[in-house]
T-cell receptor, first 117, second 111 residues
């Protein structure tokens, strides 16, 4: 089945710890995105990548880092610099990608709930 | 912020009634999209309407776009209990490389 897989579904972070959220897609999409959702709120963009080996900061990138070494994978690291990491994290992908292209519909994973111990 | 605004924030209706949600945005767009989210799950794309379109239908969904008022509405007809979810509009602003999501409308359908 084609789709986006996020893991783990639940994740707990200790003080001062970095944690990495996994996002894998087999849709052959060029563009991938990470969003953060707080309770009862909309989605805020953390980072996005239009092509492999390239990514851009979104609206709330501080305290987060990403890599895009493979087309299929776009992991998100929540660093210890992110002081309020508790949230629901959503990964998405879309096609076509490319700078300046119209943004077509997004396909979302099922999310990772990150909590602080 | 370019974030759109949705209203109402919450809507509760009886099964069988129609539900209408509204979205307003700030600058010119390429397209506007509506998504649905069940509690604790990812978002699912419902419908995309382009800036040169005024109305679009998909099953029980009807979306309108008024670019002069910078607003869109999503109508769900003959609602069912399974339609209970949060609904988000997302705008593809001209020149942007990303979608901007609204705060969402929480829809509850009472059986």
């Amino acid at each position: 089945d084609g789709g986006i897989t996020q893991s783990p579904k639940y994740l707990f972070r200790k003080e001062g710890q970095n944690v990495t959220l996994s996002c894998e897609q087999n849709l052959n999409h060029d563009a991938m995105y990470w969003y953060r959702q707080d309770p009862g709120q909309g989605l805020r963009l953390i980072y996005y990548s239009q092509i492999v080996n390239d990514f851009q900061k979104g609206d709330i990138a501080e305290g987060y880092s990403v890599s895009r070494e493979k087309k299929e994978s776009f992991p998100l690291t929540v660093t210890s610099a992110q002081k309020n990491p508790t949230a629901f994290y959503l990964c998405a992908s879309s096609s076509p990608g490319g700078i300046g292209s119209t943004n077509e519909k997004l396909f979302f994973g099922s999310g990772t709930q990150l909590s602080v111990l | 912020s370019q974030q759109g605004e949705e209203d109402p924030q919450a809507l509760s209706i009886q099964e069988g009634e129609n539900a209408t949600m509204n979205c307003s945005y700030k600058t010119s767009i390429n397209n506007l999209q509506w998504y649905r989210q069940n509690s604790g799950r990812g978002l699912v794309h419902l419908i995309l309407i382009r800036s040169n379109e005024r109305e679009k239908h998909s099953g029980r969904l009807r979306v309108t776009l008024d670019t002069s008022k910078k607003s869109s509405s999503l109508l769900i007809t003959a609602s069912r209990a399974a339609d209970t979810a949060s609904y988000f509009c997302a705008t593809d602003y001209s020149g942007a490389q990303k979608l901007v999501f609204g705060q969402g409308t929480r829809l509850t359908i009472n059986p």
